[in-house]
């Protein structure tokens, strides 16, 4: 039964770059949810797809944009990076958006230099 | 709006002994679920207990068991018999019971497990 896998494991990009990054959720999960979390703290909610539409959304600027796929797999888009974009992402994945079962995958590590 | 507060950055345990984790939150929903994460180096979140807030009765898995006083808006963990494994990263999180609720997380507490 295969967990949540994300893509790359990790990633350096220079200022004002664009970055994708993608998750594929657990097998018989249909909703996606991505949490960036900067070094030190705790995640923060970026989005939530479900139904290949944004269901919700979290304090974070419109140069942080998604997509889910019809095989709900998702992709995270972030635009003109910042040096303060260098975090983890985490990708989360669950059942008709249920609040209760959350499966993570081990993130993407972006440096922005 | 919820938000989760936990306020010891840094816990140590000596192995085969009990610890406890602190955790604080605060949420205007009625009906809520609390949760305790686990992130090892591996950096993934894994759940290692749940608590419903309608339930009166405290979650246990195994060595790990929750202390929740709702009125007091307290979660703590309880981890039993400590293990070298058990030294992670822990933090604490709420959901409302709303479809796409998402998870608030507190701050995180390092647990060091000493041999």
């Known amino acids: 039964d295969a967990g949540v896998t994300q893509s790359p494991t990790h990633l350096i990009k220079t200022r004002g770059q664009q970055v994708t990054l993608r998750c594929s959720p657990k097998s018989g999960h249909d909703t996606v949810s991505w949490y960036q979390q900067a070094l030190g703290q705790g995640p923060q909610f970026i989005f939530q797809?479900?139904?290949?539409?944004?269901?919700q959304r979290g304090n974070f600027p419109d140069r942080f944009s998604g997509h889910q796929f019809p095989n709900y797999s998702s992709e995270l888009n972030v635009n003109a990076l910042l040096l303060g974009d260098s975090a983890l992402y985490l990708c989360a994945s669950s059942l008709r958006r249920a609040s209760y079962g959350y499966t993570f995958g081990s993130g993407t590590r972006l440096t922005v230099v | 709006a919820q938000t989760v507060t936990q306020s010891q950055p840094e816990m140590s345990v000596q192995e085969a002994e009990t610890v406890t984790l602190s955790c604080t939150y605060d949420?205007?929903?009625?009906?809520?679920?609390l949760f305790w994460y686990k992130q090892p180096p591996s950096r993934q979140m894994i759940l290692v207990i749940r608590q419903e807030a309608y339930k009166q009765q405290n979650a246990t898995e195994n060595r790990f068991s929750v202390n929740f006083q709702k009125a007091a808006k307290s979660f703590s963990l309880k981890i039993s018999d400590s293990q070298l494994g058990d030294a992670a990263m822990y933090f604490c999180a709420s959901a409302a019971n709303n479809a796409g609720n998402m998870l608030t997380f507190g701050g995180g507490t390092r647990l060091m497990v000493k041999p």
């Open positions: 797809y479900y139904e290949e539409e944004e269901r």
């Open positions: 949420t205007s929903e009625s009906d809520y679920y």
